[in-house]
């Protein structure tokens, strides 16, 4: 349940930033904020981070081998995003 301001309060919610690490507790706040920006018709962006290990930056590693790890990360919070795109539909993600 979502608890807003009465209409004419200040609160205007016009855009949401959702982080996500694909958790549970991460889609649990991903489906709250959907609902939020569903209530008050606003756009929700979805954030995923990801920190390269330091010895992929240090030099440590052939470059073919970073280039790989990269895009597997990238491939795989793609899959994971596209997982949760579904419940958004309607919504302006």
Do not use: N, W
């Not at 507790?25 to 209530?39: C, D, H, I, N």
């Not at 390269?52 to 081998?65: E, K, M, Q, R, W």
């Amino acid at each position: 349940m979502i608890h807003l301001p009465e209409e004419g309060s200040l609160m205007d919610v016009r855009h949401l930033l959702v982080p996500t690490d694909f958790s549970e507790g991460s889609k649990q706040a991903f489906e709250y904020a959907l609902e939020v920006a569903r209530t008050c018709g606003a756009k929700l962006t979805v954030l995923h981070v990801v920190e390269l290990p330091s010895y992929l930056i240090d030099g440590h590693t052939p470059a073919h081998l970073t280039t790989a790890l990269r895009d597997y990360m990238q491939e795989s919070a793609q899959q994971e995003l596209a997982r949760l795109l579904p419940e958004g539909a309607g919504t302006p993600v």
